[in-house]
Structures are given as C-alpha cells and as structure tokens.
C-alpha cells in the first residue's frame, strides 16, 4: 500500500513558467514531508522541508505547500529553468526514524 | 567530505549468483539507509540501522536478501541467490539519527541480473 503518492509520472513545462508538483498521502502521523531531486546517475539530493504544523515553507524558486486536510502536498517552482529538469521525489518522515517515498515526477523544463 | 559511497557503481551478474553491494556512510551519521529504486515502486526502504544496530528490515522483500553493519563505517546488502527481478539501482543513504528527514544519498548501484 503506497503511504505517499505522486500520481504524475511526469511534466513538461517551458522555461520560466511555474512548475507545480503534487504528491498525496494516507498516514496522518507523518510529522516532516519532504522533496528529493535526482539527476540521472546521481543519488537523490534533499531539495525542501516542510513541518506537519505549518502551511508553506520557502526557498527561493522553491515552496512546499501542505493541505493537512486534504492529505496534500505540493511542489512550485518559479521560474522554471531547464537545470530544474530532474525526477522529483515526495518524502514523509514517520517519527521517529525513516522516510517513506513516492514513485518520482519526471519534470522536463525545456526552452 | 566525500559523500556517501557506494561500490560498485554497476554490477551484471547471472541469475543465481551471490551479490554484495557496499557502502561507506558519511562519517558522524549514526544511521544509514539501503533502498530499492523501481518503476513501480519508486524509492523502496528495504533495512535501515541506527548505531550499527538492524532497527527494521520490514522492507527487504525476501529471505535471499540481508544486510550487515559491522561496524560505523560500512555496511553491506547481499542478495543470494539473486533473480531477474531483482535488477534495480540500489541507493544507500545516511544520517544523523535527529535528523532522519535529511538523509544523504550515495550515488547508487545499478544491478543488472540476467
């Protein structure tokens, strides 16, 4: 049973427009939500963080939003650029020691 | 420096060999990670440890897989004996115990078994 969903294998987007990302959950015990970049050939690389006790979290192109209620977090990244083309992963942390990830969006950021 | 490692980078081998990937943890990180990467499943947590310690191994899909820690400063995942299906890119990951959130990955072995 997925805990942590990215329903979107994939997105295509065009250089410096926004990039929104989603990723559902199920476990209303997660306390952290988390997204991971990965290039190919690289392992993920932690990209944002944000608590369960807050809405939104920024950082610079970069802003996780969280919907407690809706189970729902999302990704937006403003302006695009095509160094942003990656896969993307959705985390949560489940207290007090691991992670739980979902399958991965595919963002293609081209010119 | 120098990250996670992670040996070997890509491993072909045929169905029924032994495999035996390995990973060096940043140093101070008291808690390192093994995961699966698939289509499917995307990034799968198969064991994870804490001060070298087995915490849980819920993840590791059968009995031909296991996973040792002997000491802070490696660890390694065996697959004996290995199937087809069980070709994957296998991550490793570490981190402070506190900061679980923040894990740092290796940068993966591609496992190819015909």
């Known amino acids: 049973d997925q805990q942590v969903k990215q329903n979107s294998p994939s997105l295509s987007v065009q250089e410096g427009r926004i990039s929104i990302l989603n990723c559902d959950y199920t476990n209303s015990m997660f306390d952290y939500f988390l997204w991971y970049k990965k290039y190919p050939a690289e392992g993920p690389t932690f990209l944002i963080s944000?608590?369960?006790?807050?809405d939104k979290n920024e950082d610079g192109r970069f802003t996780v939003f969280l919907n407690k209620s809706a189970k729902h977090l999302s990704l937006h990244i403003v302006p695009s650029q095509p160094g942003d083309s990656a896969v993307y992963f959705c985390?949560?942390?489940?207290?007090?020691?691991?992670?739980?990830f979902g399958t991965g969006t595919r963002l293609q950021v081209f010119p | 420096d120098a990250g996670v490692i992670q040996s070997p980078r890509h491993e072909v081998t045929e169905m029924g060999q032994e495999v035996t990937l390995r990973c060096k943890p940043i140093s101070g990180h008291n808690s390192l990670f093994w995961y699966r990467q698939t289509m499917m499943r995307g990034l799968e947590l198969l064991i994870y440890f804490n001060n070298n310690v087995p915490i849980d191994d819920s993840g590791m899909p059968e009995d031909r897989f296991s996973a040792k820690m002997p000491n802070a400063s490696f660890s390694t995942l065996k697959i004996q004996p290995s199937e087809p299906r069980d070709s994957a890119v296998y991550f490793c990951a570490s981190s402070l115990w506190e900061k679980v959130y923040e894990q740092y990955f290796g940068p993966g072995t591609r496992l190819t078994v015909t």
């Open positions: 985390a949560a942390s489940v207290p007090p020691d691991k992670l739980i």
């Open positions: 944000i608590s369960s006790i807050k």
